[in-house]
């Protein structure tokens, strides 16, 4: 068990990301455990796992980008990724304008700032 320590901005966090394989180095490349960060990220992360104090990321990002950050984490291709999000897409708004879903869950899908459904018909 490790600690990083240093300043807001010094790069912390950026750096327990790229050792797990989260972000791409722009140049060179580094190992963890004998893995290859860019290649072998899964068994890095099979292996290690972070807890960073404040990640902020869900809040951050619309639903379509928090599905499109795991499919990344998760090495899914582009093309499927997206066959992925938009089936989904269409099988959640089915849902929504089903019998089983009461008005609060569409008033407030229908509310939300988040172009999630943009571009989605039924």
Same mark, same amino acid.
């Given at each position: 068990?490790?600690?990083?320590?240093?300043?807001?901005?010094?790069? !912390?966090?950026?750096? &327990?990301?790229?050792?797990? *394989? $989260?972000? #791409?180095?722009?140049?060179?490349?580094?190992?963890?455990?004998? %893995?290859?960060?860019?290649?072998?990220?899964?068994?890095?992360?099979? !292996?290690?796992?972070? &807890?960073?104090?404040?990640? *902020? $990321?869900? #809040?951050?990002?619309?639903?379509?980008?928090?599905?499109?950050? %795991?499919?990344?984490?998760?090495?899914?291709?582009?093309?499927?990724?997206?066959?992925?999000?938009?089936?989904?897409?269409?099988? $959640?708004?089915?849902?929504?304008?089903?019998?089983?879903?009461?008005?609060?869950?569409?008033?407030?899908?229908?509310?939300?700032?988040?172009?999630?459904?943009?571009?989605?018909?039924?």
């Amino acid at each position: 068990m490790f600690g990083f320590l240093g300043p807001n901005g010094s790069g !912390k966090t950026t750096t &327990i990301r790229l050792l797990l *394989g $989260l972000l #791409e180095p722009s140049q060179g490349r580094s190992e963890v455990l004998g %893995y290859g960060t860019s290649t072998q990220s899964d068994q890095i992360r099979q !292996k290690c796992g972070a &807890i960073l104090e404040h990640h *902020g $990321l869900y #809040e951050r990002l619309s639903a379509e980008d928090n599905l499109e950050f %795991y499919g990344r984490v998760w090495h899914i291709s582009a093309s499927d990724r997206q066959a992925r999000i938009t089936d989904f897409q269409h099988r $959640l708004l089915r849902f929504i304008h089903s019998p089983f879903s009461g008005p609060d869950v569409t008033r407030d899908v229908e509310n939300k700032d988040d172009d999630f459904f943009s571009g989605v018909e039924l």
